[in-house]
């Protein structure tokens, strides 16, 4: 019985830890491939050498530049979802042929990257956060802003009909019937926003900012700290999976009145 329930933990364990021995291996990969010959260690540093390189710089200055660049991803993602939601949702509920009108001008707009437009940004309004604020800013709004339209415009009208003859005002009809049927491709469009923003800032920050996790990368390039590439390009990867990872919890906890695939 005792043998049973050591399997069990143990399974449970390894059913948890599937999704990182990938990840493990290429750690190993990586700290092993110089000493064997397979890359040239002036290029590719043992995994070993990035960590004492980010020892070398501190955690405190680390996390200074995380933040940094955070907080601009925050204030660019604010402004995009204070005009991307709205947007969303008057032209995929009130104004459906507005926005048939002007779809092919979104569709347009959206194939533009955010990263070219950078250089135009700095010309418009000079270097510095404005403009790294911009490409945040494009980043987020395409994918926020389709998806809620989207998903306005695909919210079953009986739903509305029958929250309506159950005695529900506007109001009600609203927050309690559109937003929840809303809310998952909200969260799509945040999800997919926010990760091509945090990745055009750095980016954008390698051009016009001097602080942020993008400049450590454009700066240690210059000055040739290759270590320190590594060690931003790791720091840019681990911040990504954990934002996103953040995101997908909250998606659960605010969508737990879904039924689970099991369920249904």
Known sequence: ???????????????????FYLAIAFILVWQFAPALGWTNATFV????????????????????HICISMRRVIIGFAISAALALPLGFILGGA????????????????????????????LVFGPGENGILLVIFWSVFWPLFTTTMQGISSVDPSLVRCARSM????FEVFFKTIIPAVFPNIMMGIRTGLTMGFLMLIGAESMG?????????????????????????????????????GLQVAESVFTDWKPSRDAR
């Open 209 to 245: 900012a001097d602080s942020g996790v993008g400049w450590m990368m454009h700066n240690a390039q210059g000055l040739g700290w290759i270590p320190r590439i590594y060690l931003g390009a790791l720091i840019v990867c681990v911040v990504g999976f954990l934002l996103n990872a």
């Open 45 to 64: 540093p043992p995994f070993s050498d990035v960590l004492l390189d980010g020892a070398q710089v501190g955690i405190i200055k680390i996390l200074v």
């Open 1 to 19: 019985m005792k043998l049973k329930k050591i399997a069990n933990a143990a399974k449970a364990v390894n059913d948890k830890l599937m999704g």
């Open 167 to 170: 005695g529900a005002n506007g």
């Open 95 to 122: 104004a459906p042929k507005v926005a048939l009108v002007i779809k092919p001008l979104i569709a347009f707009l959206q194939q533009v990257p955010p990263y070219i437009l950078y250089p135009l940004f700095l």
